[in-house]
């Protein structure tokens, strides 16, 4: 199958200007210019990542969320519901204080992690023991077992650098820099092999532990970066389980190691709430001409919440709700219907957005694209044909009409190829729907904000979420004013090199509707 990478957009850019590509439409014109000259992004960001907060499913933040952009929506005349898709653990954050009280009094930088069971508001207080260090096999293991009994037990590896790669890289020779990269492949070697003959693995162990009595757990999941830690959620049933910044978890670590045994006192508050309803915020502008042909603009709307959920998907969301309100103020008929789609529960396997799809055929069957951004704040760079074998006529016609200034930056891969899992806009694929995903700039995401403790509105770039805006804006309003539908025709697949099979289309999936039980 021939493959077309996205140069035909240097093309456009050596034969129109910026003014010839839109050629004078004056929807689009308008769509920039209120975009640029006044975005509400910046309020709409501060009022989802600082008012509303993080958006855990199952979360009260996370109802505050959905009932934050129904009213948003309102504000601006755009009609917005939620659409219950399930039940999860109810659950709901308290205040975590982690102390460690001898040798000396020093406050520790760290939280409960997700779903964690509430400690008492006198807290747990208890000496820290390590792992052991040259497990022979599991029987050993057994017989060390009791020694955690009221203890607080540290779980993760000592990193042996709290650097991250690019400032050794930077400042260190290159023989140093190889020596503490080996050194570090040795000992996270070394580690694994070790919880390995335990007989369990780093997660098994950890209610292994909670049974022999331990008093609580102590983790830290280093994002090698300064200062963040991914957040996750607790496996722990009665004891609190705590992620330390790096820092403080290689103090702790070396002190309990040389003998000087440190202990703290952990206030790990939180509430069960019981089973409660899981939504999907769903916003719609009924189209005039075909309102049974849809465009969804799409974006999880729930996070981890170690953070506030900016980078994800906080920004995707600004760029969903911000798109909505440019089309509304300039394209108030469109011809076809445009949704926007909040889904929640992603994180936990696209739960909210593969609901919508079993629970929406009649969308599904008259998609005409779907756009959906989901992984950080940065300028959209990549946009795939998602394996449809004629992408190429229709999204390079839309993209005709987005400015040079934006187009430039972004490479294109016709006809690309499905996803099978990753973000929301796989879910409609699954069902082979035309949805694509606009794939946007690093912006150091996968280390410094994807689910950690650092995902919080100061990393916003807003001059890129803009840009995405008016891209995902101007995409839609093409898409709905195209006379014609979108081929969903599917390439062939290439064979699998590791399997020696052809590789098939995805197949979809039914939604985890009652996730979230202990």
């Known amino acids: 199958m021939k493959q077309y990478i996205g140069l035909f957009l240097i093309a456009f850019a050596f034969s129109h200007s910026i003014t010839n590509a839109q050629d004078k439409n004056p929807v689009i014109e308008n769509i920039i210019k209120e975009a640029n000259e006044n975005s509400q992004l910046e309020n709409i960001g501060h009022e989802l990542m600082d008012l509303v907060g993080p958006r855990l499913v199952g979360t009260p933040q996370m109802l505050n969320a959905h009932n934050w952009a129904i009213e948003k929506y309102k504000s601006w005349g755009i009609d917005a519901k939620k659409e219950k898709w399930g ?55 057994q017989d060390w077992l009791p020694n955690v009994k009221g203890k607080l037990v540290l779980v993760s590896m000592k990193q042996p650098t709290g650097r991250p790669d690019y400032n050794w890289e930077e400042f260190a020779t290159e023989e140093s820099f190889q020596k503490m990269k080996d050194d570090r492949d040795a000992k996270t070697k070394v580690w694994r092999d070790n919880i390995s003959k335990t007989g369990y693995s780093t997660r098994s162990i950890i209610p292994v532990l909670e049974d022999a009595g331990a008093a609580g757990i102590v983790a830290s999941y280093w994002s090698r970066g300064f200062g963040v830690n991914k957040i996750f959620s607790a496996r722990t049933k009665k004891i609190p389980t705590v992620d330390l910044e790096l820092e403080d978890y290689g103090m702790l670590y070396r002190l309990a190691k040389s003998g000087n045994t440190p202990k703290l006192k952990i206030v790990a508050e939180s509430k069960e709430l019981g089973r409660v309803p899981t939504f999907n915020t769903v916003a719609e502008i009924k189209g005039s001409e075909k309102p049974d042909e849809y465009i969804v603009l799409s974006a999880h709307f729930d996070s981890w919440d170690g953070g506030t959920g900016a980078t994800d998907n906080g920004t995707g969301t600004m760029v969903m709700m911000e798109a909505m309100r440019l089309l509304k103020k300039y394209y108030p008929n469109p011809k076809r219907t445009i949704i926007a789609g909040h889904w929640g529960s992603e994180e936990q396997g696209l739960n909210g957005s593969r609901a919508f799809v079993e629970d929406h055929p009649e969308v599904v069957d008259g998609l005409q694209a779907l756009f959906n951004q989901d992984n950080g704040t940065g300028r959209v760079v990549r946009i795939s044909g998602g394996g449809f074998l004629n992408s190429y006529d229709y999204l390079s016609r839309w993209l005709y009409a987005v400015p040079n200034d934006i187009t430039q930056h972004i490479e294109t891969t016709f006809p690309g190829s499905p996803a099978g899992g990753g973000s929301d806009y796989a879910s409609f694929l699954a069902k082979g729907a035309p949805a694509f995903s606009l794939s946007s700039l690093n912006w150091s995401y996968w280390n410094y904000t994807w689910h950690t403790n650092r995902d919080t509105y100061d990393k916003i770039v807003f001059d890129d979420v803009r840009n995405n805006a008016i891209l995902t804006a101007i995409l839609t309003y093409m898409a709905s004013e195209d006379s014609e539908k979108t081929s969903r025709e599917k390439i062939v697949l290439p064979m699998n090199p590791r399997t020696g099979k052809q590789r098939t289309w995805p197949t979809p999936r039914s939604p985890n509707r009652d996730g979230g039980r202990n």
């Not at 975590?96 to 207080?125: C, F, K, Y």
């Open 87 to 141: 039940e999860w653990r109810g659950w709901e954050r308290g205040i975590t204080h982690i102390d460690m009280i001898e040798p000396r009094v020093q406050s520790l930088r760290g939280t409960q992690l997700a779903w964690n069971p509430s400690t008492s508001s006198e807290g747990v207080t208890a000496e820290v023991i390590v792992l052991p260090e040259n497990i022979k096999d599991s029987l050993s293991f």
